[in-house]
């Protein structure tokens, strides 16, 4: 069950043609696809694709109906591989996955398929995960498009223009013979827009059908000498033909004036909208997007189209580059263009704007203003005195992600401390997934983390004399190449590392989607592999499955079993429980109609008596639990703030465990409220408060007489 | 803003707010309402791993219907805030109050800043092994010195009030501020239209739209001193006005009636000696602070905790009934406590008489023997008559605690710590109120208290070669912060070996 459905939206596409149809990104790019007649569909999970993929899984009965395929990918290397469908078929196809990382996974495939080239469209839609809220390193996409030769489509964000652009990419893809990247941006998969819909398509080939009839070109497989032809092709037909289509059909856009202008702006599409607002706020354009200089807008960032810029930069003084992130590629390539042209134009870009880090509105908003100053004094707006800031950093704490409320990772980590307190630190190795918030105050577990699944991999140059190193792996990344990656690799290199996999039944931190292991029905795919079957099958040994891992001693014990047996070899300890994330959207909505139906229902939660707690917060530095919080104290001698726990505590009993395990304080109290009880529980509550009540009244007495 | 022109036609409004707060729904509510009040409305955030109690912000775009379809179609709508072209923000807690005043989404010109006055605590506030809260006051100066127009108040409470999101208060707030012109039939309609949990939404954007009186923030509270009850507790009252400061008699207060509270009115008349007798050497610096942060530490370490006081505070009427409110069981809910208890084989034998206690944790085989018995943390169900009247007859123990061994350890300590109060006092007053607040390292239990006992113990050797020094106070304070910078103690062994090195 992924964390947002998309079941009624989906709805939305089945519109006509005419029907106005509004709704976010990535349900525009999904109606873009069924309006282009796409034949299958893939992709792996990750932000901002995760919840394209959640759209897809909510429309796959649409799409079945249309005779569209759809599958979750196993990982990004087999959705693109997957594409191999395009080869030899006009079956137009498109997978979906977060980029730079995902390509990373796929590149192998990519190579391969843009190499051999396509017959059928093939698209690739990344959600370029660059900027704000970007949990990856801050590479570009644009490097793949260009080693492989793959073009890259960075759309204007505006719904129409998007949708337009995918069928127009099916299109572009088959013209060239070339698969082609549709990069979405973060903000552009989540925004809201409105664009006149057009009928749906069936394929006119499907899968099925193209399996019954195989095609084989051997000219299309890489192997020599086909593959020295592939690189002839690129060249010689393939590129040329993308640029003639893109100039065919005007895929790129211009905006502003362009009389008499000295200067001009060219901007990646994805960033016009920013680009536009900074120029309203110099007060050079309005919200139409005339402004008062000519801004060429590139929606197709890689082939660049040497007319194209050779129009646009003749007769200008100068032109400002905006392109986001580094290295400057577009800007070498204009370079290069306007050499080539004998223009005299000089082209600004990384030497006016940051050569690092996202182009906000107002880094735009500075940048063109000294770009102005510069070349057209005219255009440029007066300088404003800046008033000093109000507040610094330090004002305001900042907030790094961390475990859920009831989360089952946390225990693990709080465990793994207090091993680390009895043995001394360890190497740990970390993993893409919730889990590396380890890696985050109040726990600061983890040296590096290599990559998806890669945990253990990353553990592997450590061969112990006698302290083992730690690797956590998560269940989407052992599924997504773990088990072969690491724990294969280990096993056949005699590896004597522990490797901690966190088995709770999603893929949790891209949104909670079914893998192998989920636990879950799933109408649609087969679930419940047991992880630990999967690493004994591949040779390890010592593996142990811990199913509570809220039992904090256990979990240590197991940890420092792990790390001091004797026994040489890769140890495997499978760390299971529900991700509470998941749970809890499961199990409220049962348990409020349990109550209102008047059935006996028994809520759990913890709390901390304010008179015993000291604040000395050895609790929260163990456990981290956003229900479990701070407040002010309530004794007058005390001013340390006391541990509270809050009303969204889903009593999973971790605080209660932690100070058990570490034996911390009095303080933490488990309240077991039964809701609705029955006959028995109110007599056998009736004789507990009697007795309890009666001792407490004759004590009353005794404190009031020695009260002040 | 600079060159724009008077014809500014769009309505930008930037939500900041944590994971799971409803900020996305709140969005979706103001475009909706946008929409129905003939305005093009754009909604845009960053999903990802901000929705993990990071924080995040989410970005709406008005504009106006009718304006466009005259000057030009579609209105191109900016994804993110811009700095000084914000109308609206509101966000979701104080501290993001700050982080939008910090990132200068709030302008002085244009923007009306609704914010939530409550506190929801950064990992590195909760963390820290004292007191780490950042400044609200400093935020609620910002805020009210930065924006057009600043609206505040605690909107958590009207939430948890009406069990609903506090986005929906958010939403009752927009519409009470009247910064944006739509009637407030139209906000709730857009509530109606989203169809999550209607009523209770309804009610607390309700109760936000009225809450909206223009305070920033609630008043402090005032602790009222407690009035005696007792003869013995008038007697102490007139005793602590005739002979202790002015500024000292709230502390004393609350510290005698904590004593007699916890032992008796002798132990109460114990501790107004000692505190006395330190009282006669300060010369009344800095307000009396000698005396003052004396009343306060002697008081918190002649109520140690020990299983007596835990049993004694466990098993009171006050706290069952304090444990029903908190978990907001209804009076129809049967409740059962579980206390997580962990006492060792040391606070056993502490609680024991002195001479038996030390004897058995003197003997190795003894003790070798019981500890097995204490190892694992024990679930006490409170609310059971077995484990009630164990604890109850715990908590009667009172009347022996002078006997017990733990009685006898801190008797001996406290009498050392105010030795050396008081021979500091002779020099220099200062010096010896620092000496007196480094009792603030000693607290809580078992693996804690250890910690704090031995940090407190380290700083008392330093004590012992510097105190003629005449910068032995500054050098007392930096120890005192640096014992309370890290678990470990790196920060505190690098302080005294610097010290070391320095001599």
Known sequence: MAERSFKSEVEKLRKGDGELFHGEGILAVTKGLLQSGVAYVGGYQGSPISHLMDVFADANELMQELGVHFEASASEASAAAMLAASVNYPLRGAVAWKSVVGTNVASDALSNIASGGVTGGALVIVGEDYGEGSSIMQERTHAFAMKSQMWLIDPRPNHSLIVDLVERSFELSEASHTPVLFEMRVRGCHQTGTFTARENRSPPLTVGEAAEAPHRDVDRIVLPPANFQHETEKIEHRWPAAVRFIQEHRLNEWFGTDADAEVGIIVQGGLFNTLNRALELIGISDSFGNAKLPVYVLNVTYPLIPDEVQDFCAGKRAVLVIEEGQPEFIEHELNTLIRRADLQTQVLGKAILPRAGEYTGAVLQDGVTRFLAQWAPDLAPASESESPAPLGPADVPARPAGFCTGCPERPIFSAMKLVQRELGQFHVSADIGCHLFSILPPFNIGNTTMG??????????????????????????????????????????????????????????????????????????????????????????????????????????????????????PKVIVAQSECQLNRQRRVRPAMMKAVSAGKRVVRERFGVDPDTCTGDHSCIRLSGCPSLTIKPNPDPLREDPIAHVENSCVGCGVCGEVSHAAVLCPSFYKARIVINPTGWDRIRNRMRTSVIAAWQRWTHQSLARRAF | MAGESLTRQRITIAILALGGEGGGVLAEWIAEVGRQQGYIAQSTSVPGVAQRTGATVYYIELYPEDHASVSGGE?????????????????????????????????????????????????????????????????????????????????????????????????????????????????????????????????????????????????????????????????????????????????????????????????????????????????????????????????????????????????????????????????????????????????????????????????????????????????????????????????????????????????????????????????????????????????????????????????????????????????????????????????????????????
Request: hydrophobic share 45%.
């Open chain 1, 452 to 569: 998806y699944g890669l945990g253990t991999a990353g553990a592997s140059a450590f061969k112990p004399r006698d302290k083992r190193a730690i690797a956590i792996m998560g269940d989407g990344g052992f599924w997504h190449n773990g088990l072969t990656s690491g724990i294969g690799n280990a096993v056949f290199n005699k590896d004597d590392n522990l490797t901690i996999i966190v088995d709770n039944g999603y893929s949790a931190a891209t949104g909670g989607q079914d893998i192998l292991s989920s636990r879950a029905e799933n109408a649609v795919r087969r679930t419940r592999h047991p992880i630990e079957r999967a690493v004994r099958g591949i040779g390890v040994r010592w593996v142990r499955t811990l199913t509570r891992t809220y039992d904090v001693g256990g979990m240590r014990d197991m940890l420092r079993e792990a790390l001091t047996s004797k026994e040489k070899g």
């Open chain 2, 75 to 503: 209105p191109i709508l900016a994804l993110m805030p811009v700095p000084g072209d914000v109308d609206i923000v509101i966000a979701s807690e104080l501290m993001e109050v700050g982080r939008a005043v910090l990132r200068g989404f709030v302008a002085e010109d244009r923007t009306t800043l609704i914010g939530s006055t409550h506190r929801v605590y950064a990992i590195s506030e909760k963390s820290a092994m004292a007191d780490g809260r950042a400044s609200g006051e400093r935020i609620l100066d910002a805020a009210k010195r930065k924006a057009r127009r600043f609206v505040a108040f605690d909107m958590n409470e009207i939430a948890e009030q009406h069990g609903s999101m506090i986005s929906a208060v958010m939403f009752g707030a927009l519409a009470g501020s009247g910064a944006l012109s739509f009637p407030q039939a139209a906000f709730e309609q857009a509530i109606r239209a989203g169809g999550r949990a209607v009523a209770s939404n309804l009610a607390a954007f309700e109760a936000g739209a009225r809450a909206l009186a223009g305070e920033t923030g609630r008043p402090a509270e005032i602790h009222h001193l407690p009035a005696p009850t007792t003869k013995k507790g008038r007697a102490f009252l007139r005793r602590i006005h005739e002979s202790l400061p002015e500024p000292a008699h709230a502390f004393a207060i609350h510290a005698v009636r904590r004593l007699m509270d916890y032992q008796d009115a002798a132990y109460a008349e114990l501790y107004l000696e000692r505190l006395t007798s330190v009282r006669e050497l300060d010369t009344g610096e800095e307000d009396w602070r000698l005396t003052c942060e004396t009343a306060r530490y002697l008081a918190l370490w002649m109520s140690y905790d020990d299983t007596i006081r835990v049993a004694d505070l466990k098993v009171r009427a006050s706290r069952f009934e304090r444990v029903r409110e908190e978990v907001r069981a209804r009076p129809q809910d049967v409740l059962d406590v579980i206390e997580y208890m962990h006492p060792r084989l040391e606070e056993v034998c502490e609680t024991l008489p002195a001479a038996i206690g030390r004897r058995i944790l003197a003997s190795g085989t003894l003790s070798s023997w019981l500890r097995p018995l204490f190892r694992k943390g024990r679930h006490v169900e409170i609310t059971s008559i077995r484990w009630f009247v164990i604890l109850a007859l715990l908590s009667g123990m009172r009347r022996w605690r002078r006997t017990t061994l733990r009685y006898a350890i801190e008797q001996e300590r406290i009498l050392l710590w105010l030795n050396r109060i008081r021979s500091a006092a002779r020099i220099d007053p200062a010096t010896a109120a620092e000496l007196v607040e480094c009792q603030q390292l000693i607290k809580g239990y078992g693996d804690t208290f250890e910690r704090g006992m031995s940090r407190f113990g380290l700083i008392m050797d330093v004590w012992e070669t510097i105190k003629f020094e005449p910068d032995a106070a500054p050098t007392l304070r930096r120890l005192r912060e640096a014992a309370l910078a890290d678990e470990a103690g790196t920060t505190l062994d690098g302080a005294i070996a610097e010290l070391r090195f320095a001599s």
